[in-house]
């Protein structure tokens, strides 16, 4: 069965400062997707970017990147150039290759500060 | 074009009651996902509809819990004598697959706030 960690409950980044968000997986699958998502005190799901488990590149989508260590079973979330609307709880998910249900980790808050 | 919506934003009702939530996926989206949020935690997987395939019901937590998908694409997950803990976020999500292809990617309502009192 998959699980995820995040360990960091809260999160404080200055605005224009980058920042790590931290998750760890566990699956036995060999192929898997990994996810970030990204919920605004509004509640709506957003979904920031993805990696599956046999791309030899990080994934990157405008100001955020997925530090993939396969090895180490971690898939972290860099945000760069933190904006105040980054503010938010951020979600890491896997999904096996299957492509059926995400499981999700328990979030982190994200506070961005002038 | 139009995003998966969900009805209602908001249901509050009493303990015993029955609930009907639904969800109204992407148009073209075979695969259909119901998870639950409760306060301050993730989300929480209750069950998966893939095309004409027999549902994976694995998440719902008890039998008060049901959900069905008429022709494909609207969904509707119901909770019969609702109680307290039942109080969450209802969300759902879609994603498409065609044939041998699928993606990762799910989509998210806005969500159901489930308030049991």
């Known amino acids: 069965a998959q699980k995820i960690t995040q360990t960091q409950p809260g999160m404080f980044v200055q605005e224009k400062e980058a920042v790590t968000l931290d998750c760890t997986y566990d699956?036995?699958?060999?192929?898997?997707?990994l996810f970030w998502y990204k919920q605004p005190s509004s509640g709506e799901m957003i979904f920031l970017i993805y990696?599956?488990?046999?791309?030899?590149q990080n994934a990157t989508e405008g100001r955020y990147s997925l530090n993939f260590q396969k090895a180490r079973k971690s898939a972290n979330l860099v945000i760069s150039a933190s904006q105040l609307g980054d503010s938010a709880m951020y979600f890491c998910?896997?999904?096996?290759?299957?492509?059926?249900?995400?499981?999700f980790g328990t979030g982190t808050r994200l506070q961005v500060t002038l | 074009g139009a995003g998966v919506s969900q009805s209602p934003s908001n249901k509050v009702t009493e303990k015993g009651k029955d609930v009907e939530l639904r969800c109204d996926p992407i148009?073209?989206?075979?695969?259909l996902y119901w998870y639950r949020q409760s306060l301050g935690q993730g989300l929480e997987f209750l069950i998966y509809?893939?095309?004409?395939?027999?549902?994976?019901k694995s998440g719902l937590p008890s039998d008060r819990f049901s959900a069905e998908r008429t022709g494909g694409s609207v969904s509707t997950l119901t909770i019969q004598r609702t109680q307290q803990e039942d109080s969450a976020v209802y969300l759902c999500?879609?994603?498409?697959?065609?044939?041998?292809?699928?993606?990762?990617?799910?989509?998210f309502g806005p969500g159901t706030r489930l308030t049991v009192t």
């Open positions: 699956t036995s699958d060999q192929s898997y997707g």
């Open positions: 509809f893939q095309g004409n395939s027999a549902p994976d």
């Open positions: 998910a896997d999904i096996p290759g299957t492509a059926s249900k995400l499981t």
């Open positions: 148009s073209g989206h075979t695969a």
């Open positions: 999500a879609s994603s498409w697959t065609s044939g041998g292809s699928f993606s990762y990617e799910q989509y």
């Open positions: 990696q599956g488990s046999y791309d030899e």
